[in-house]
């Protein structure tokens, strides 16, 4: 045995936090009020609306 080391040998494996959330949409019955939450992809940025991404489009 090696004698004068203490301490854990093995590699602890540190997570790192996650940079993006899920979105989320929140739809309300409107007859009776119940909410359902149906989850979308995680994504950095969310626009509501927004121009889609086409095949083939510049940007100019």
Partial sequence: KKSGYGGQT???FH???KTTKKI???LQ???CKHVSQHPIKRCKHFE???D???KGTSLF
């Fill in 52 to 54: 889609k991404k086409g």
């Fill in 24 to 26: 989320v949409l929140r």
């Fill in 15 to 17: 997570k790192k936090a």
């Fill in 10 to 12: 093995k590699l602890v």
């Fill in 48 to 50: 509501i609306g927004g």
């Fill in 29 to 31: 019955c409107q007859g």
